[in-house]
């Protein structure tokens, strides 16, 4: 039985991980509303590295990010989870999971003279949706989880190259512990949808390369994500995306799902391809889209045991996002 529950609390890990890669673009909203809220947690975000791989083509220019005061935006996310668990040599049996929907508003309500832009955010709506195929108490446990993001918000800064500065989140009152700690770790990455741009001008057939460290799940991780500015007409931008990610050996532990044990994480390597159209003079992309298959290998380890089960995870993640 420990084992079952051990290998669910990985999947939440996995899970939890999936929907940051979503959410994380999903900026704000409706300050008042979410400022009265309680709790507020801030995060110094640590600035990607950007390498400009190829200038591209003329006529080049100059990009940057430059919303109007008031600006405001709904973005609709879809994401699609499907994972595969083996626990010491065994695959714990599969179970079909549904696709998780959520509404972000975001609003412009700054910005600065050097170019900084300050931008506020609400989930509004949150849901499931399933075929007959998915058991369902699989749909209302996880609906009824996911359903408390709705009403946490916050706030980002980003400069006017799409970097991210600074974010701070708030929590409803009603917002259990374990909830929170979800929601700050997708506060932390705001760069999977947040687009840093390179510094000088360039044209169709750029290329460029981000390097970011990211802190997802409890795993610190390396992500790489090439662009190649593939149009740009009138003030938007459609850029092909090429995402890894990659982790050295840590050991995690795992005392709030499942008292005392640890994970030592040997390996995890993620590739990803996808596509984002933005516009220049918004936040959030008007359509962007990734498909990205990670595996993830380890042990676990039980208190007062010497020898750690193996674990490895596969899982395919299915991220859509479109704004209006």
Known sequence: MRKILFASSLFCLVASWGSQS??????????AQ????????????????????????EPRQVLRFRPAVNTRQISTIRLKLDPTISFGGGVVP?????????????????????GDIHYQFRYTEANVVADATVPREVVNSIRSQIQ????AGGAIVTDSRGQVKSTNLTFPQAVDQSTRQTLEQIAQSPEQFSLPLPEAAVGQGARWQVTSPLRL?????????????????????????NLVHSAEAQTLSLSSLSDG??????????????QSVFRLDQVMPL???????????????????????????????DLRLESR
């Open 22 to 31: 979503l959410t994380v673009s999903a900026d704000p909203g409706s300050p």
């Open 287 to 317: 359509r962007s889209s990734l498909v990205l298959d990670s595996n993830q290998e380890g042990s676990a380890l039980n208190p007062g045991s010497s020898e750690g089960t193996p674990i490895s995870m596969r899982l395919r993640m």
């Open 261 to 274: 044990v640890t994970f030592a994480l040997k390996s995890l390597t993620s590739q990803g391809q996808g």
């Open 94 to 114: 599969r179970v079909k999971l549904p696709d998780t929907v959520m509404k972000v508003e975001t609003v412009v309500n700054q910005v600065d003279a050097n």
């Open 148 to 151: 408390k993001i709705v009403g």
């Open 217 to 241: 799940g409890g795993l610190n991780l390396t992500q790489n994500a090439t662009y190649e500015l593939t149009n740009l007409r009138e003030g938007t931008a459609t850029l092909n995306v």
């Open 34 to 57: 979410v400022m009265a809220q309680a709790a507020n947690s801030t995060q110094p975000q640590p600035q990607s590295r950007v390498n400009l791989l190829s200038a591209g083509a």
